[in-house]
């Protein structure tokens, strides 16, 4: 993980390295090159010595990225297929994705891969050219600025800092699954990828066999690290089905869970997971935010909506804690819910609305709020998240899954994933009802004591970010 900031044309961005400077502190710097500047701050986990440090160049290919190639094996194999003989300098998915983008180009590069991204690239071949892109389910955030000059960034906090700012009008994320070309004459998108969500004949025991070994092969997909790595346990089935599956290449994970209320439920559930796995479990104290403390969430993940804003005190917390026990990746369960339509309005808009489309569409507005929301959060304290329930292969499966080889009646809306796990985990996580998070630790209802209404305080701490403009 790492911070990410270009703009069209020679320009000062310092600055904006500087503002993001959480997101990669291990190294920081900037370049001019094609007629784009580019700035990167560096959280080293792959390769971690200076030979992968960014800016990084590959023949007239520059790029700055943030994220985790999981595949970048695969990818090495077909750039020196196009390229035999080709020497590598680095260990790292960097100088794979740098290498890919100029011997492959994008239109081939960004399809093949298998990982979390957002990438700002030059390329001598087209100067004058600032080309951005961003993974297939938008797990990496990335914003542009449209004034003249375009600007890109990680976080909108970065454009302040160069002294440009922040309107609804002026600023669009990247959306997920597309690469622009963005020059001085306008933005030339292309969309890369489009989710499928084909319906297959299965049962919901076949779906159940098939959803564990696809959670298993996202799991080592997503151990590819030079530095230490924790987990989540919230006390739900998704983060204990991860943390089962890391369990079985790292005997001595350490897990990190939320407590507020020392008898809730989820925090009695994740006792009983860590237990049963025998691993260590690192019980973090949240306190009840004050009001400065929700504005501070606001002002980290950018964005009004007031769920997010409530985990996200406690991702906050919990992301200190990681990195203050010296972890730099942890890994969570954000989209579990989404493939499963497992939250209680999702059952009565399923009455109307198609399945296979409900949950595609679901999961593709996850790109502007939980996924985001993990990703400032835990990088805020200079932490990776990573989210094995957005491997592609495995959102393709659940996705092309039918309702009776997932859901068994209202009250198992993700019964696929109870049977996968049955056994494999405490009865009491795999049998227990869906529970959002904020609710199970008591945060929401903790919350109301300190605000009046907080979705109102929310919105106005947003627009003091955000700016409306007509």
Not at 243 to 252: I, S
Not at 274 to 303: C, G
Not at 334 to 343: H, I, V
């Amino acid at each position: 993980m790492c911070g990410v900031a270009a703009i069209l044309g020679a320009a000062n961005l310092a600055p904006a390295a500087a503002r993001l400077s959480h997101r990669g502190p291990d190294a920081a710097a900037t370049v001019t090159v094609a007629g784009v500047t580019l700035a990167h701050t560096r959280l080293a986990i792959q390769d971690p010595g200076g030979r992968s440090d960014q800016p990084f160049r590959d023949g007239p290919v520059t790029i700055v990225y943030n994220g985790e190639i999981y595949n970048a094996a695969d990818l090495r194999l077909a750039v020196e297929r196009a390229d035999p003989g080709r020497a590598w300098k680095t260990t790292g998915d960097t100088e794979v994705f740098a290498a890919a983008l100029h011997i492959l180009g994008p239109d081939t590069t960004l399809p093949l891969v298998n990982g979390m991204f957002a990438v700002a690239w030059a390329d001598e071949r087209q100067p004058g050219v600032l080309h951005v892109a961003r993974d297939r389910h938008g797990e990496i955030p990335l914003h542009l600025h449209l004034a003249q000059p375009v600007a890109a960034a990680s976080e909108l906090k970065a454009f302040t800092a160069i002294g440009r700012p922040v309107a609804e009008n002026s600023v669009a994320d990247v959306p997920a699954g597309h690469w622009a070309a963005i020059s001085r004459t306008g933005i030339a998108w292309t969309r890369y990828h489009k989710q499928s969500c084909a319906p297959v004949a299965s049962s919901l025991a076949k779906g159940s066999v098939a959803l564990k070994s696809s959670l298993a092969r996202a799991v080592r997909r997503r151990l590819i690290s030079d530095v230490p790595v924790c987990a989540l346990l919230s006390g739900g089935i998704d983060s204990a089905a991860i943390t089962y599956e890391l369990v079985q290449h790292r005997p001595g994970l350490v897990a990190y869970t939320a407590r507020m209320d020392p008898k809730s439920r989820d925090l009695r559930c994740a006792r009983e997971v860590a237990e049963q796995l025998d691993i260590e479990l690192v019980e973090v104290d949240i306190p009840v935010p004050t009001a400065s403390d929700l504005a501070r969430v606001v002002s980290v993940i950018e964005m009004p909506y007031k769920a997010q804003i409530e985990i996200g005190w406690a991702c906050l917390r919990l992301a200190e804690a990681m990195r203050g026990d010296g972890f730099k990746v942890t890994y969570s369960g954000e989209g579990s819910d989404e493939l499963w339509a497992s939250y209680g309005f999702a059952y009565h808009a399923l009455q109307t609305t198609d399945w296979h489309v409900y949950r595609r569409d679901l999961m593709a507005t996850q790109s502007r709020k939980n996924f985001p929301r993990v990703n400032k959060t835990f990088m805020a304290s200079s932490v990776e998240g990573r989210l094995p329930f957005c491997d592609p292969d495995l959102v393709d499966l659940a996705l092309s899954l039918p309702r009776h080889a997932v859901a068994d009646g209202k009250a198992h809306p993700k019964a696929v994933l109870q049977h996968a796990y049955a056994g494999l985990l405490p009865d009491s996580v795999v049998r227990r009802p869906k529970v959002a998070f904020q609710d199970g630790l008591g945060l929401k209802t903790a919350i109301t004591q300190v605000l009046h209404d907080p979705a109102r305080f929310y919105r106005a701490e947003y627009r003091r970010i955000v700016r409306s403009e007509s």
